[in-house]
């Protein structure tokens, strides 16, 4: 079973010493993406700043929604077509904004929205080409 993700929940991609750099607890989620134990993103974001690192947060909100009762196991489907939306990006983290479950017309659904957010030492947002460049030498 998936571990519960919560409004707040940062998820980010396992790249090598990204852990230890920065001294993260985390736990394996979905694939290449572990799910960050902090209190929430300025938590972490000053941690990573203390380390001289730098810590994105994109404006752009992607959402996906899925029909049924809340579950670990339907959010988790709902993040996965999430970063797939955002895999051409590129980014190396992604953060959990919303979760809101409504109904109409009698139909529970569910919508789940996020933010990418991205790790890196500039303070200069990297083009996409290489931050890709940048996770294909990690790997």
């Not at 993260?24 to 690192?53: C, F, H, N, T």
Request: proline share 4%; aromatic share 10%.
């Amino acid at each position: 079973m998936p571990p519960a993700v919560l409004v707040g929940a940062i998820l980010i991609e396992e790249g090598p010493g990204m852990k230890q750099l920065f001294g993260l607890e985390s736990e394996p989620y979905s694939g290449k993406w572990s799910l960050v134990k902090v209190q929430d993103g300025a938590a972490l974001d000053r941690k990573i700043r203390d380390s001289g690192w730098n810590f994105f947060f994109m404006a752009e909100e992607v959402k996906a929604v899925f029909f049924g009762a809340l579950g670990a196991e339907k959010i988790q489907n709902a993040l996965k077509r999430i970063l797939g939306k955002l895999e051409p990006q590129h980014f190396n983290g992604l953060e959990v904004t919303k979760i809101v479950a409504k109904r109409f017309l009698g139909v529970s659904y569910t919508t789940v929205s996020a933010h990418s957010r991205h790790i890196q030492q500039s303070c200069y947002l990297d083009d996409t080409e290489a931050r890709r460049a940048s996770q294909h030498s990690a790997e």
